[in-house]
């Protein structure tokens, strides 16, 4: 079969795609600023995140120590990992 050469439905202009996104947090609060990072995710999480499951629903983001943590965030543990698999609401 030919590829199909229509595009992500989720991707943005610029070809990135959004994995999740807490709506019920732009409904509820007026965001004032924006702050693009980067996160530390171990292989199970990011297995996880491909198969599209993530929860934002709690999550919240606490600077310490000129870092950002991510708190309350949850990857479930994919589910072909083995005793290895990662902790699904660590802080991250």
Same mark, same amino acid.
């Given at each position: 079969?030919? &590829? %199909? ?8 202009? =610029?070809?990135?795609?959004? $994995? ?5 947090? !732009? ?19 990011? &297995? %996880? ?8 629903? =709690?999550?919240?983001?606490? $600077? ?5 943590? !991510? ?18 609401k660590r802080t991250r």
């Open positions: 079969m030919a &590829k %199909s050469n229509k595009k992500d439905k989720n991707a943005d202009a =610029d070809g990135t795609v959004n $994995i999740c996104r807490n709506r019920r947090a !732009l409904h509820d609060y007026d965001i004032l600023d924006r702050i693009e990072c980067g996160i530390v995710l171990v292989g199970t999480e990011v &297995k %996880s995140l491909r198969d599209g499951h993530a929860n934002l629903e =709690d999550a919240y983001g606490r $600077i310490d120590d000129s870092e950002v943590w !991510l708190i309350g965030a949850e990857i479930p543990e994919y589910a072909f990992g083995n005793r290895l698999n990662h902790k699904p």
